[in-house]
C-alpha cells in the first residue's frame, strides 16, 4: 500500500465549482506540505503544516485553503475554482523528528486538476 | 528568498554512458540542504539523492552522485551507467530552516538506447 495517497488522481471541475484534494497518510510524519506544478515551472509551495494547529502560507497560497483534520490527513480546497488553477497537485510528508537532519520530504502520487 | 536554477531543460545520454545536470542555487540560510527528485512519466516525485550543505563530501547513491560546490551555490548530478528507466524530469531542490522547498524547473533527462 502506497504510504502517501492522495484523492481524486485526476479531476475536471467547471469554474467557479468548489472542489477539494485530500491527502491521506501513513508513514506517521509529523509535517505535511501542498505543492502545484505547472509545466516549465518546477513544483511551487501553497500551504504547509508543522503539526495539526500549525498551518502556514506557501508562496502561492491565494485563491486556496487547507485543512489538518488530523495528523495523517491534510486537504487542500479551491473554494471557486478558476482555469489558471489547472495543475498537477502534489501532497508531501516529512518527519521532523527523524534521524536524519534534512527532513526529507515524500510525495504522493499526485492530482491532475482541470478547471474548465 | 531562494532561488534554484536548471540551466538544461533538456539533456540526452547514450545508455550506458555518464551525464551530469546542472543545478545553481542561492539562498541567505548557513543551514540548508540539497535534493535531486526524479519525476518519471508515471509523474511520481522519487527522491535521487540528498545533501547536508555542512557535509564538505559528496553525497552517493549507487550510480548517482554529486558535485557540491558550495562557494560556487553549485549541486550537479552525475548519472553513471545511464539506464533506460533514468529517462525522466529531474528537479533540484533546496530547503532552509523552514524546511520549505524551493525547485527548480527541472531537466529532461532522455536516454538513447
Known amino acids: 500500500d502506497a504510504d502517501v495517497t492522495q484523492t481524486p488522481r485526476n479531476r475536471i471541475t467547471k469554474t467557479g465549482k468548489r472542489i477539494m484534494l485530500e491527502c491521506s497518510q501513513t508513514?506517521?510524519?509529523?509535517?505535511m506540505y501542498w505543492y502545484r506544478q505547472d509545466p516549465g515551472l518546477g513544483l511551487r509551495l501553497i500551504y504547509y503544516?508543522?503539526?495539526?494547529?500549525?498551518?502556514n502560507k506557501g508562496e502561492i497560497s491565494d485563491g486556496y485553503s487547507v485543512s489538518r483534520q488530523a495528523q495523517a490527513k491534510f486537504s487542500l480546497s479551491l473554494e471557486s475554482a478558476i482555469p489558471n488553477q489547472t495543475a498537477l497537485y502534489f501532497c508531501?510528508?516529512?518527519?521532523?523528528?527523524?534521524?536524519?537532519?534534512?527532513?526529507?520530504?515524500?510525495f504522493g502520487p499526485g492530482t491532475r486538476l482541470t478547471v474548465l | 528568498a531562494q532561488t534554484v536554477t536548471q540551466s538544461q531543460p533538456e539533456m540526452s545520454v547514450q545508455e550506458a554512458e555518464t551525464v551530469t545536470l546542472s543545478c545553481t542555487y542561492d539562498?541567505?540560510?548557513?543551514?540548508?540542504?540539497l535534493f535531486w527528485y526524479k519525476q518519471p512519466p508515471s509523474r511520481q516525485m522519487i527522491l535521487v539523492i540528498r545533501?547536508?550543505?555542512?557535509?564538505?563530501q559528496n553525497a552517493t547513491e549507487n550510480r548517482f552522485s554529486v558535485n557540491f560546490q558550495k562557494a560556487a551555490k553549485s549541486f550537479s548530478l552525475k548519472i553513471s551507467d545511464s539506464q533506460l528507466g533514468d529517462a525522466a524530469m529531474y528537479f533540484c531542490a533546496v530547503s532552509g530552516s523552514a524546511r520549505q522547498l524551493t525547485f527548480g524547473s527541472g531537466t529532461q533527462l532522455t536516454v538513447l538506447p
Open positions: 503544516s508543522f503539526d495539526v494547529k500549525d498551518i
Open positions: 508513514k506517521g510524519h509529523d509535517r
Open positions: 539562498t541567505s540560510e548557513s543551514d540548508y540542504y
Open positions: 545533501q547536508e550543505a555542512y557535509k564538505q
Open positions: 508531501a510528508t516529512s518527519d521532523s523528528r527523524a534521524p536524519d537532519p534534512t527532513d526529507t520530504q515524500y
